[in-house]
């Protein structure tokens, strides 16, 4: 069937109208009328072909919110009029060990991407929520609590997991100490969620102005790296740091000293190669990791606990005529903090 939706047909061109063609539901699918549709910085590298493997035309979306419109015959999970949401991930070979371990996104098959990608025959090009509808397995459909607003919940699909993952990894519990660098998309949800589990978060920022903001979301601390020695009064204080700056001119390395022996640096930016010395990792056993969305059990899980806390992102809808706009003032960090797409006006 066709969807209405907006694709990027170029790497230089704008967004603009344009129809998708959705596979009808089998027995096992869910149908959904999309609602909203957050946009993630990933968006833009894929729109622009920034990592040079992108295919067009290109119908970006990965934070999806929408209203079940109908079920196949074996679909038990969820039914329609329910509201529901859609991540980084719409199915996976789901036979693997990291399947079975409850993380498809490391799927050894390769997941199947909400966009640009495929589906599993690897032949059916997948297309994302800036779109009015998708069709998607029911396994990989996640339930959104009544609790939560549906536009503010949509960039839980993505930034909320992103962080709330590596904080459940690494047990973060009341008492913990931990540091979130950069206050963004990420870093505000990374806050809420820290402060949720609670641990006595720092903030770790360049701006003074955000102060204020970090202090409201929950941080007890907050600390304007661009200060001279600013890290040297933070010299093996945290349990665990999340650093969520995606920017080709940062460096991670510096955050090393602020660690307690044994403490963990996650890196869940893309950033510029850092040069780690080994006698930084040595002395006290430090680690450097990474962490990648999670599995859909995991995202269940992190929905539910945001659910419980009353946990959403901060963010401003915009319609489909303003995306542009919307991409020019992500790459300048004007937003706070993050846009969602209302899929009514495609």
Known sequence: MKTAAYAATAADRPLAPFAVERREPGPRDVAIDILYCGLCHSDIMQVRNELGRSRYPLVPGHEIVGRVAHVGAEVTRVKAGDIVGVGGMVDSCRECFYCHQGHEQFCQKGAASTYNGTEMDRKTVTYGGYSKHI??????????????????????????????????????????????????????????????????????????????????????HFVLTTEPDALDGLAFRFDLVLDTVASPQHDYAPYLGTLKPFGTLVVLGLTAPSAVSGLSLIMGNKRVAGSAIGGIRENQEMLDFCGEHGIVADIETISAAGIEDAYARMIRNDVRYRFVLDAATI
């Not at 006595?200 to 360049?206: A, G, I, K, R």
Request: hydrophobic share 50%; proline share 6%.
């Open 135 to 220: 069709v998607v397995t029911e396994a990989f459909v996640l339930k959104i609590p009544s609790s939560l607003d549906p536009a503010a919940a949509a960039p839980l699909l993505c930034a909320g997991i992103t962080t709330y993952s590596p904080l459940r990894q690494w047990n973060v519990k009341p008492g913990d100490r931990v540091g979130v660098v950069g206050l963004g998309g990420l870093g505000h949800l990374a806050v809420k969620i820290a402060a949720a589990m609670g641990a006595e978060v720092t903030m770790l920022s360049t701006s003074r102005a955000k102060e204020a903001d970090a202090q409201r979301l929950g941080a007890r």
